[in-house]
């Protein structure tokens, strides 16, 4: 399957997967088509090319949330991606970039996305002193961190004493979370609820 990995920012996500594809669990199952960002200075785009993948992005600093989709959308159906993997992607998506990848869009989520949604999620765990957090790995439909889950992993934060302790084994989780989940897509042995697949309705 090819993939193609959105972010914004650093990338630790994108380099799991990177390496996932390149000698583990998605190794033979995918290649990395193309890393994309909306922020053409992000360090995770420079990480990626180093990496030896494809990179391309767009600033979307000014622009209508609808006509800059409409853009990146082109650009991405370029590197033809059976998936689109929201890795720390800071943008919400807009109907035209939803139905343009319909039930093939990922994301990951640093908390159970029924219980916590947006931003800030390792500091939501951390300041309520929650002692575990789900990793959630979904697809994504028109809301904020609505869509499906197909995947939860719980992480162990007691005597986790400060923010960076909670992100660090948050992020361990995630990194291999988020491989092992699009691998067991893939290769089938995930379902993905027959909601998200429907054919959207005409464009309202
Ligand atoms: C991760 O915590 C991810 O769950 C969230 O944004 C963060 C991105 O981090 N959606 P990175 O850029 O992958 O390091």
Not at 68 to 81: G, M, T
Not at 93 to 102: D, G, N, Q
Not at 110 to 123: I, K, N, R, S, V
Request: proline letters at 5%; aromatic letters at 6%.
């Amino acid at each position: 399957a090819r993939l193609a990995i959105l972010l914004s920012g650093r990338g630790s996500n994108m380099v799991a997967l990177v390496q996932a594809v390149q000698g583990g669990v998605l190794q033979e199952l995918a290649e990395v088509a193309v890393v994309f960002s909306n922020k053409p200075d992000a360090p995770g785009l420079e990480t990626a090319a180093a990496l030896g993948c494809a990179t391309a992005s767009l600033g979307s600093q000014g622009r209508k949330r609808q006509e800059f989709d409409a853009d990146v959308v082109e650009v991405l159906n370029r590197y033809r991606p059976d998936y689109i993997v929201l890795a720390g992607y800071m943008r919400i998506l807009s109907p035209t970039f939803i139905r343009a990848f319909a039930g093939r869009i990922l994301n990951i989520h640093p908390a159970d996305t029924h219980q916590h949604q947006g931003l800030h999620a390792y500091e939501w765990a951390f300041d309520n002193q929650l002692p575990e957090t789900k990793i959630t790995v979904h697809l994504v439909d028109e809301g904020l961190d609505t869509g499906p889950v197909l995947a939860q992993q719980p992480v162990d934060l007691r005597g986790a004493a400060t923010l960076q302790e909670v992100e660090r084994r948050g992020l361990a989780v995630e990194h291999q979370l988020y491989a092992a989940t699009l691998a067991g897509l893939i290769q089938g042995k995930l379902t993905v609820p027959d909601a998200a697949l429907a054919a959207p309705d005409s464009p309202t």
